[in-house]
């Protein structure tokens, strides 16, 4: 079944977000490149802001989606490590030059209130997914733990751009693998 012109011009707009920057892709290259006219574009989206924030939205989406499944699905006391592997998985097939939000963020910081809260918004999910997979690992009363956890998988959405994927996805399992073992020992 054919995409809808909304959804063709979603993922042509979000590939090119990622791979040429906000600022750098014109509206004439996106409809260009999903195969429509301008005109169809803004009859799906007021503005390029809002053809942005509707790609980050539908990307966060996904993301959260992929981290929530993972985490539930994982056996008891594995709901953090499940997170982070879904997390390794979402680098290796959808952010291998980092991370889009963080993108956003810096692109639109002094450009759009509105886009620049969505990203960190986006952010702030991660955390809050974070601390809610150490709850369920009964891991929630070690402080602090969340955030670290989540400065190591922010790291590793940086770093993948300059050490490649697989040293970085190790690295990032040896990190959080040392914290949880950490939180673990102090709490017996």
């Known amino acids: 079944m054919p995409a809808s012109k909304r ?8 590939r090119l977000f990622y791979e040429q920057g906000f600022h750098a ?4 290259r996106i ?3 999903a195969g429509v006219v301008r005109m169809t574009l803004y009859n799906h989206f007021a503005s390029k802001e809002e053809l942005v924030a509707a790609v980050l939205k539908a990307r966060h989406e996904r993301f959260i989606t992929s981290l929530d499944t993972a985490a539930a699905s994982a056996p008891l006391g594995q709901a953090t490590l499940a997170l982070v592997e879904a997390h390794g998985q979402w680098l290796e097939q959808c952010s291998r030059q ?3 939000m963080t993108k956003a963020m810096g692109e639109f910081a002094e450009h759009s209130a509105e886009i620049h809260v969505l990203a960190t918004s986006a952010k702030r999910d991660l ?3 974070l601390e809610a997979a150490l709850a369920r690992d009964g891991l929630d009363h070690h402080a602090d733990l969340a955030r670290r956890l989540f400065l ?13 994927m697989q040293p970085t996805l190790a690295d990032t399992r040896e990190a959080v693998d040392a914290l949880l073992a950490a939180a673990r020992s102090k709490g017996q």
């Open 7 to 14: 959804d063709q011009l979603l993922a042509t707009a979000e």
């Open 25 to 28: 892709t014109g509206i004439d």
């Open 31 to 33: 409809v260009a490149a």
């Open 98 to 100: 980092g991370c889009v």
């Open 127 to 129: 955390l809050t997914r």
């Open 152 to 164: 190591v998988l922010e790291g590793s959405n940086a770093a993948v751009a300059l050490l490649g």
